[in-house]
């Protein structure tokens, strides 16, 4: 889904963490870098690493199993632009798949309600409106605000209650 943006300046760390041997894979992608992990430190660790080695100016989290439509970034870049804003996020649609006696995977239904709506501090007290792979922010609210809490359960509430203090987010309207 990467290599199918329609924004043209991205670059992917792909942070395998403990995984099996991927580099074939990465390298197939000019825009990538592999970092390999050893042992497995846990997912936040593995985004803490990516954002450590990244050199562009917008950071995006992006789960091994989430996917990006193909205009996700460049409606995000556009979004920030237009407002001002240094986060822009969209809406987020979760697949549920159940796995069949046989080993087949089957949805099993939608919801487009869990991640549909702009984040407001008050909401981030209850649960984050806000997937991971949803953002986009510029690197200064990580370095202003810090990163995700690397040992704690509520890692994505929390975050989002601390950088809501300080910053607008834009958002678009759009899964």
């Given at each position: 889904?990467?290599?199918?943006?329609?924004?043209?300046?991205?670059?992917?760390?792909?942070?395998?963490?403990?995984?099996?041997?991927?580099?074939?894979?990465?390298?197939?992608?000019?825009?990538?870098?592999?970092?390999?992990?050893?042992?497995?430190?846990?997912?936040?660790?593995?985004?803490?690493?990516?954002?450590?080695?990244?050199?562009?100016?917008?950071?995006?989290?992006?789960?091994?199993?989430?996917?990006?439509?193909?205009?996700?970034?460049?409606?995000?870049?556009?979004?920030?632009?237009?407002?001002?804003?240094?986060?822009?996020?969209?809406?987020?649609?979760?697949?549920?798949?159940?796995?069949?006696?046989?080993?087949?995977?089957?949805?099993?239904?939608?919801?487009?309600?869990?991640?549909?709506?702009?984040?407001?501090?008050?909401?981030?007290?209850?649960?984050?409106?806000?997937?991971?792979?949803?953002?986009?922010?510029?690197?200064?609210?990580?370095?202003?605000?810090?990163?995700?809490?690397?040992?704690?359960?509520?890692?994505?509430?929390?975050?989002?209650?601390?950088?809501?203090?300080?910053?607008?987010?834009?958002?678009?309207d759009h899964v």
């Amino acid at each position: 889904c990467l290599a199918a943006q329609t924004y043209p300046n991205i670059e992917a760390l792909v942070v395998n963490d403990g995984g099996e041997p991927i580099d074939d894979v990465v390298a197939a992608f000019p825009f990538a870098r592999l970092i390999d992990k050893r042992p497995n430190a846990g997912a936040l660790r593995a985004t803490l690493t990516g954002w450590e080695n990244a050199r562009g100016e917008y950071i995006g989290l992006l789960p091994d199993d989430d996917w990006l439509n193909p205009d996700h970034v460049e409606r995000l870049m556009n979004a920030m632009v237009r407002s001002g804003a240094r986060i822009a996020h969209t809406a987020g649609l979760l697949r549920y798949m159940e796995r069949l006696e046989n080993g087949a995977w089957v949805t099993t239904g939608f919801n487009a309600t869990t991640f549909c709506q702009t984040v407001f501090p008050s909401d981030c007290l209850i649960s984050t409106t806000i997937g991971g792979h949803q953002a986009l922010m510029h690197r200064s609210v990580y370095e202003d605000v810090g990163w995700y809490l690397l040992d704690s359960e509520i890692s994505d509430n929390e975050i989002h209650i601390r950088i809501s203090e300080r910053y607008f987010y834009a958002y678009d309207d759009h899964v």
